[in-house]
């Protein structure tokens, strides 16, 4: 499958767990409360305006595209999974901020830096879903094992672009977007 398509399969996902996080019944957000105090110490911790705040958010990103692609192999369940709960979620605390605050909260703490890390999300899992797809495909095919080195190189080089991308949304989280949320 070309890569073209793994695109629009990882857009997929990500919208169906949009339209899932829509679904989500309102009673949800005590479920969600031991996340949210755990966020909240978190924020504690990571200050806008520092440079460590930066390196953190990015190392994050970072850290959870490599997961999704060195676990793929297992069935996609994982890049697949990334992908529809970071949509469920964004689209569950969009209702909510909307809800309490306004539309225009919400876009002023997306928009920013979302420009950049949405698409390394699905750069960096359609990367994670072609090559668990040729690694799954290469164990019960021996015509298809020769493709899964070139695969894996291909897939390495669409990583590295979802990490160039993750790195301005780190800065731009840290040092812009705060100031449009004051």
Same mark, same amino acid.
């Given at each position: 499958?070309r890569?073209?398509?793994?695109i629009?399969?990882?857009?997929?996902?990500?919208?169906?767990?949009?339209? #899932? =996080?829509?679904?989500?019944?309102?009673?949800? =957000?005590?479920?969600?409360?031991?996340?949210?105090?755990v966020l909240?110490? /978190?924020?504690?911790?990571? @200050?806008?305006?520092?440079?460590?705040?930066?390196?953190?958010?990015?190392?994050k990103?970072?850290?959870?595209?490599?997961?999704s692609?060195? /676990?793929?192999? #297992?069935?996609?369940l994982?890049?697949?999974?990334?992908?529809?709960?970071?949509?469920?979620?964004?689209?569950f605390?969009?209702v909510?901020?909307?809800e309490?605050?306004?539309v225009?909260?919400?876009l002023?703490?997306?928009?920013p830096?979302?420009?950049?890390?949405?698409?390394?999300?699905?750069?960096?899992?359609a990367?994670?879903?072609?090559?668990?797809?040729?690694?799954?495909?290469?164990?019960?095919s021996?015509?298809?094992?020769?493709? #899964?080195?070139?695969?894996? @190189?291909?897939?390495?080089?669409?990583?590295?672009?979802?990490?160039? /991308?993750?790195?301005?949304?780190?800065?731009?989280?840290?040092?812009?977007t705060?100031?449009? #949320?004051?």
């Amino acid at each position: 499958m070309r890569y073209r398509t793994w695109i629009l399969v990882a857009a997929g996902l990500f919208v169906t767990g949009m339209v #899932l =996080g829509l679904a989500v019944p309102d009673d949800t =957000g005590d479920f969600f409360a031991g996340d949210l105090s755990v966020l909240e110490e /978190l924020a504690r911790f990571l @200050k806008p305006f520092q440079l460590s705040t930066a390196v953190f958010i990015f190392l994050k990103n970072t850290s959870a595209l490599v997961f999704s692609f060195i /676990l793929s192999p #297992l069935l996609c369940l994982v890049p697949i999974l990334a992908l529809t709960v970071n949509g469920g979620l964004i689209s569950f605390v969009s209702v909510t901020i909307i809800e309490q605050e306004s539309v225009g909260l919400l876009l002023a703490g997306l928009l920013p830096h979302g420009i950049f890390e949405l698409p390394a999300l699905i750069i960096g899992e359609a990367a994670a879903l072609s090559f668990g797809a040729m690694a799954i495909t290469a164990l019960v095919s021996k015509k298809r094992r020769s493709q #899964l080195s070139p695969n894996l @190189k291909q897939n390495i080089k669409y990583m590295a672009l979802a990490f160039a /991308l993750l790195l301005p949304a780190a800065i731009i989280e840290t040092y812009i977007t705060p100031l449009f #949320l004051r």
